[in-house]
Structure formats: structure tokens, C-alpha cells
């Protein structure tokens, strides 16, 4: 029972930080702070992949381990481009080390990131 409670929470706790990332992430993308907005849509992306992950007990410590996760569901699902959207998302990881993105590029791409979060929410509620 304790095992499951702990599971809920994390689950919970991935979920508001996607929500919360992905505002924050707008939020900057207004400012014109396009890096931190790119890192912050990334970081929106890796949590509900983790949200998804924790809800099926699967682990992700590393960066690997989520491409897995979105690459065995790209594979289950393959109308959804989950692959596609979270590629998008590893381009704006990488722009907040290389900063060559323009604001249109990070715009489209966070576009991108908010329709991966909603596939994955809908994923989780039919599992």
C-alpha cells in the first residue's frame, strides 16, 4: 500500500512540475529569454515522460532511459509522433548550451512539447 502511495505522489509531483515548467517556460519566451525558455520546455518534456514512466513502474535516471520510454511508446503508438515531438524537445535541451535557436524555432518546438504533454496525459488516463 505504502508502495503505491509513494508511486501517486511521484507521479503528482512530475505532473505539477510539467505544468509549472511549461508555464514558466512561456512566460519566458514572452521576456524574449529564448535559452531559458528552451530549457524549460525540455525540462517539462522529461517530467511527464517521468510522470509516465513512474505510473508504469518503469525507471528513468538518465536521459537514455527517457529516449527509451518515448521510443518503446512511439513504437506502441505510432500515429501520436511522440518521437517526432520529443525530438523537437532534445532541440531545445540543446539550445540552452548553443543559443542558435531563433524565437520562431523555440516557439513552434515548445508548440511542439505542449501537444507531447497532452498525448501523454491522455496515455496515462487510458492505462
Known amino acids: 500500500m505504502h508502495h503505491q502511495l509513494a508511486q501517486?505522489?511521484?507521479v503528482a509531483r512530475y505532473k505539477k512540475l510539467n505544468g509549472k515548467f511549461l508555464k514558466d517556460a512561456?512566460?519566458?519566451?514572452?521576456?524574449?529569454?529564448?535559452?531559458?525558455?528552451?530549457?524549460?520546455?525540455w525540462g517539462a518534456t522529461a517530467e511527464i515522460v517521468k510522470a509516465y514512466a513512474?505510473?508504469?513502474?518503469?525507471?528513468?535516471?538518465t536521459h537514455n532511459d527517457?529516449?527509451?520510454?518515448?521510443i518503446d511508446l512511439d513504437?506502441?503508438?505510432p500515429?501520436?509522433?511522440?518521437l517526432k515531438d520529443f525530438n523537437q524537445a532534445g532541440y531545445l535541451h540543446s539550445n540552452f548550451y548553443e543559443d542558435e535557436?531563433?524565437?520562431?524555432?523555440?516557439?513552434?518546438?515548445g508548440e511542439?512539447?505542449?501537444?507531447?504533454?497532452?498525448?501523454i496525459e491522455r496515455l496515462m488516463q487510458d492505462s
Request: proline share 2%; net charge positive; aromatic share 6%.
Open 75 to 77: 513504437k506502441e503508438h
Open 54 to 61: 513512474s505510473s508504469e513502474r518503469i525507471k528513468t535516471r
Open 26 to 41: 512561456e512566460e519566458l519566451l514572452e521576456k524574449g529569454d529564448v535559452v531559458q525558455a528552451s530549457e524549460k520546455f
Open 66 to 70: 527517457l529516449w527509451q520510454v518515448v
Open 101 to 109: 535557436l531563433r524565437p520562431e524555432a523555440v516557439s513552434a518546438a
Open 8 to 10: 501517486k505522489s511521484r
Open 79 to 82: 500515429s501520436l509522433d511522440l
Open 112 to 119: 511542439a512539447v505542449k501537444d507531447f504533454a497532452a498525448k
